[in-house]
């Protein structure tokens, strides 16, 4: 049940152009268990979690509200598992480069086959982590973000919305989720994505994007 957000721009723009926005997907989705926010900041990849909600944090919002930047990935959580509600747990997750961002709706269906695999490099015990490190190896071994992302999904099976952003802009997309399809579109000077509130009847459109033109459902893999 999480719900993603991606808002990038030619210029900068500061967060708090986008709080509003992230509030009111955050409350439509029905995502109370954390959330974070992943941007490019001096040629590196910066995020800040939380296991709250970003509308009972309102101290949170003013501190991250001046922050200026091109590319903001924010993710709101529902997990499938209510015993994975902690920190490392919560995304975007972030590599140790600050070179990468990556989130997760949905559920992977064979994370425990391959969980043993990257034990070593895996900090809590939520599927979505699973995928995050099978994606920074096949990055590692040379495959685009786009084709990454789609090979995580084919291994890991299940249902699946995954976003990826580098320290370079790039930002991949990936979608294989009816129930919660993904959106891009542009609103105003802004290019966007959002999975659509787990509500396909137009409502993220309807209630939070009014104005957004260049609608457009992901279909597999895509960039923003």
């Not at 490190?133 to 084919?154: K, R, W, Y």
Request: glycine share 10%; proline share 4%; with cysteine.
């Amino acid at each position: 049940m999480c719900e993603i957000l991606v808002v990038t721009g030619a210029a900068p723009r500061t967060f708090s152009t986008v709080v509003d926005s992230a509030r009111s997907m955050e409350y439509y989705g029905s995502a109370n268990f954390g959330w974070g926010v992943a941007w490019l900041e001096n040629g590196r990849v910066e995020h800040y979690r939380s296991v709250g909600r970003l509308r009972d944090e309102a101290d949170a919002a003013e501190r991250l509200g001046p922050i200026e930047s091109t590319h903001f990935l924010v993710h709101f959580r529902r997990p499938s598992k209510l015993s994975t509600i902690q920190m490392a747990d919560t995304q975007p997750f972030l590599d140790e480069g600050h070179a990468l961002a990556f989130a997760h709706n949905g559920r992977f269906v064979e994370e425990a086959e391959y969980r043993p695999t990257y034990a070593d490099h895996l900090l809590g015990a939520a599927d979505s982590e699973v995928g995050f490190a099978m994606f920074q190896d096949l990055l590692a071994a040379g495959a685009p973000m786009g084709e990454a992302l789609e090979t995580v999904h084919s291994k890991l099976g299940g249902r699946a919305n995954l976003v990826a952003m580098d320290s370079d802009g790039r930002v991949a997309l990936y979608s294989s989720y009816e129930g919660n399809r993904l959106w891009t579109f542009r609103d105003g000077d802004a290019m966007m994505a959002a999975t659509e509130l787990h509500s396909p009847d137009g409502s993220l459109f309807d209630l939070i994007f009014p104005n957004a033109t260049k609608r457009r459902v992901v279909e597999g893999s895509g960039t923003l």
